[in-house]
């Protein structure tokens, strides 16, 4: 199944090494495996696997191979550094791409520097623009979809609600498990687990670390940590609120939402917020990364409780201002306040079940599946 990424992964291979991650069995493995198809000789190499391993660590690989594919590789001891040098002697001709299921921000951190070595891809579930054009739906019947099933490819191919319930719960059980051990101590693992089923209830409220903290009796910074780490992970996400100094707005209180919208236990409401939430950032990040452009994705929230649920920004500009709603057509408040604050921003409310779009204080009252099956990616 091509993936939205595809075209803009394969032409960057051509001068640059490729850096592609994404939560565990979103697809990444699935696409370079298609890409590898473009290629006369190719190769794939998984840190996971022992033979593998063993190839890896000797740099035994066939230096005849147009394409060469490292899997997870980030787990390995001084990866950066053993990287840079596979990246730097390479042969010529040769693409490589390296994919992961954790977070690749440390490349600017501490060490050795990559700096212009590479470009880097987000692969993200699929969104209700994807799936339309996947499997030739309407944008009402996408949305419906990935709201029953989340977005990620086996659980929205399986025959049944069935089956992608059995790898949703198989899914959970190895992230904690597996991936998340390998950041955590074992001990760590059950509180861990709790505070992933506190975050499943507390989607799309304004996160209070402290008082998780108290609930399992763990310090502060622990809890921080934890969140951490299941971001790195590509499990959850936050969204921060809107401020002019982001200094500022990272020391306000965030609001976590799941990749797999899957994993929410919440009402229809909050499954239909932490879905546009995932889409939004699949968007802003399609656009970082294959455009370059600096799009940010927040909330907006006042000392007296005005508040809407998301806004893009543009650099240091608010471009769009987001109110998601089930059935209500009546214009949000909050969002009329900021509207006529923020006036160079589109104000939108977009609706699930929407009779007929309108057009009211200064807002576009418009049907969520079409709206967002508008978005980049």
Request: proline residues 3%; hydrophobic residues 40%; charged residues 25%.
């Amino acid at each position: 199944m091509k993936r939205y990424l595809d075209a803009f992964v394969k032409q960057d291979l051509a001068s640059k090494m490729v850096v592609l991650t994404g939560p565990r069995q979103v697809g990444k493995t699935t696409l370079a495996r298609q890409l590898m198809a473009n290629f006369e000789s190719s190769q794939y190499l998984n840190w996971d696997v022992l033979q593998d391993r063993a190839i890896l660590q000797r740099q035994s690989w066939n230096p005849r191979s147009q394409l060469l594919v490292m899997d997870e590789i980030h787990k390995m001891r001084d990866w950066k550094g053993w990287l840079k040098g596979v990246v730097d002697g390479r042969p010529s001709g040769q693409s490589l791409l390296v994919t992961g299921s954790a977070r690749m921000e440390t490349f600017r951190q501490g060490g050795e520097s990559l700096a212009g070595r590479y470009f880097s891809f987000r692969l993200h579930p699929f969104s209700v623009r994807e799936w339309c054009e996947q499997q030739q739906v309407s944008a009402d019947d996408s949305l419906a979809h990935l709201l029953a099933r989340g977005g990620f490819p086996e659980p929205c191919l399986a025959a049944d609600t069935t089956q992608a319930d059995r790898w949703r719960t198989q899914y959970f059980n190895d992230l904690i498990r597996e991936d998340v051990l390998e950041f955590s101590r074992v001990h760590e693992i059950n509180s861990m687990r709790l505070f992933v089923e506190l975050l499943r209830e507390r989607v799309g409220s304004p996160l209070s670390l402290a008082s998780i903290a108290r609930d399992l009796a763990v310090a502060p910074a622990t809890v921080k940590r934890y969140l951490d780490i299941l971001q790195a992970l590509y499990i959850v996400f936050s969204v921060h609120p809107w401020h002019h100094n982001v200094g500022r707005s990272l020391l306000q209180s965030a609001k976590v939402y799941f990749f797999d919208t899957g994993l929410v236990n919440g009402s229809e409401g909050v499954r239909l917020e932490n879905a546009i939430a995932g889409m939004l950032l699949k968007h802003a990040h399609f656009l970082h990364d294959s455009a370059g452009r600096e799009i940010g994705l927040h909330y907006i929230r006042t000392k007296d409780g005005a508040e809407i649920d998301f806004a893009l920004s543009e650099g240091k500009q608010l471009t769009q201002l987001v109110e998601c709603k089930l059935g209500d057509n009546k214009p949000h408040r909050s969002l009329i306040r900021f509207a006529e604050q923020f006036s160079s921003a589109d104000a939108v409310q977009i609706v699930q079940h929407l009779r007929q779009e309108e057009f009211r204080n200064g807002i576009r009252i418009t049907d969520a599946a079409t709206w967002l099956q508008n978005l980049a990616a």
